[in-house]
C-alpha cells in the first residue's frame, strides 16, 4: 500500500444535518458517542495499511482541522506517513471546489509531488468497515484504469439517490447513471441494484488525464460519478467491486449519513450492527 495515495473528500456542507453542521462540517459531526463521522474513514485507511492521507477540506473546517491535529497525529512525516488536511485554496481560479473531481483537480499539485501508482479516493462522511487492500488487489488484477466500490441495495431506494451502475459477470462496468428515477436492476434480480459507495480507485496517469480533460469542460459539473466515471467508462477499463460478504451472500454493512434520520440509525447500529472498531483493528 505504499505506492497507494488516499484522497478523503470531506468539504461537504451536510446542510441536511442541520443543527448539526451549524459550526462544522459534516465530517466533523460527533458518531457513536466520543468519535467523529470521519473517524470511520481514518480508521479504515490505517487498518488497511494506508498511511499517506489527504484530507480535503472546505466548509467550517476549523474543528476538522482541531480534531484531526489532535487526535490523528501518531504518524511521521519523515518516515513518509502522514494524514494532513489539505484547505480549499483556489489554485485553479477564483472559484471554491465546484464537484469532487474539481476537488481532486485543485490539489493536484500536491498530490503531484507524491509518488504513488494508484489514487484512492474516499469520501469522509459514510459509516461503514472496509479493508481497502482487497478493493485495490481487485483493481490491479483487472488491470482496470478505475474500479468503483458498489453495494447492493433495494432497486427502489436507489431511484433518485444514488450513483447506479451496470455490470458484466466479471465486474467490468458497462453503464452508469447518477441518480437516475429507473434504475437498472441486477441480471436475474428485478428487486435489486449496485449503487455507487463514492469509493475510487485511479491509476495515476488515468486520473490525471481525466481531471484535465474535465477541467477544460465548460459543460461538466466537474464530479466524478456524473462526469469522469462515464467518460472513462466508454474509453476505459472500469470496473465494480462489489462490498458484498462472500460467506453470508449478502451486502457489507454501508450508511450514508446525508440526513438526521440516518444519522440517529447509524447512531444505534453502532451497537447492534457495526463490529466495535478500534484504530488498530486487524480483525478482518
Known sequence: MRNVLCIILAGGAGQRLFPLTRDRCK??????????IIDITLSNCLNSGLRRVYILAQYKQQSLSRHVNQGWHMLHRDLDEFIEIAPAQQRNGSDWYRGTADAVCQ?????????????????????????????????????ADATVAVIEVPREKAANEFGVLETGEDGRVLGFEEKPADPKPLPGDPDTSLASMGIYIFKREVLTRALIEDGADEQSKHDFGHDILPKLIKDGRVYGFNFRDVNKGTAKYWRDVGTLDAYYEANMDLVSVIPVFSLYDRDW
Open 107 to 143: 490539489n493536484f499539485y500536491t498530490f503531484d509531488q507524491e509518488g504513488f501508482d494508484d489514487a484512492l479516493i474516499l469520501s469522509g462522511d459514510h459509516i461503514y468497515k472496509m479493508n481497502y487492500a482487497d478493493m485495490l488487489n481487485f483493481h490491479r488484477a483487472n488491470q
Open 27 to 36: 465530517p466533523a459531526v460527533p458518531f457513536g458517542g466520543i468519535y467523529r
